[in-house]
């Protein structure tokens, strides 16, 4: 169900401290703050109630999707950094059927975790650990093709693949899981930054306290 898509966001910007409504924080609550793509728990504050959350119709249904997931599905949407500054290019385009969207990233989320620990807290054993996880899985994805078959796009381009997306016809968009679902998008981690920090301080926490 879920591969890169141009739909329209409510949003100017991809942001982890998005105040939800009341509702739909009743809503987020009842559905456990878990990204129905990835399957990613968030665990809200006061600070951040939505914990990298939000709610996005993909496929005609309502879902709720951590800020990564929703990415995916709204590729001309800048992402907001550290800075302030608002980011387009966000991430990369591969062609990989054989893995889902919410496994590639559920792992890279977990690398980019690992990663930024690392550099908190320098492990020598673990920052080799790191940059094997990142040779093995994602170099290995980015390294698979430099287009994407048929559709003449390179993978850096998002705004390209967005733009054939969003103006695609309704006869195309019918057959999108045929013409599209073989692609994934792949999260640039600068990009995010800044989320993962906020997400080690929150829904990482537990599992940092037994490092």
Wanted: glycine content about 6%; overall charge positive.
């Amino acid at each position: 169900m879920y591969f890169p898509r141009s739909l329209p966001s409510r949003t100017d910007f991809g942001v982890f401290n998005y105040t939800p409504t009341k509702v739909e924080f009743k809503a987020m609550k009842k559905l456990g703050f878990k990204c129905d793509c990835c399957g990613f728990i968030g665990q809200p504050t006061k600070a951040h109630p939505a914990c990298g959350l939000e709610f996005l119709r993909v496929a005609g249904q309502i879902k709720l999707l951590c800020i990564l997931c929703a990415q995916s599905q709204m590729l001309m949407r800048p992402v907001m950094l550290e800075n302030g500054n608002k980011e387009y290019n966000h991430g990369r385009l591969i062609y990989c059927p054989e893995i889902s969207q919410g496994k590639i990233i559920r792992v890279v989320r977990d690398i980019f975790a690992m990663a930024q620990y690392q550099k908190s807290n320098p492990n020598r054993p673990m920052r080799r650990y790191i940059e094997e996880l990142r040779e093995s899985f994602i170099e290995s994805l980015l390294s698979r093709c430099t287009n994407i078959p048929a559709l003449k796009v390179s993978n850096n381009d998002l705004v390209g693949y967005a733009s054939l997306y969003k103006y695609a016809s309704p006869e195309l968009l019918k057959n999108e899981k045929k013409v599209f679902g073989s692609i994934r998008y792949l999260p640039d981690e600068v990009v995010y930054g800044q989320q993962i920090k906020q997400w080690l301080h929150t829904s990482y926490q537990p599992y940092l306290n037994e490092v």
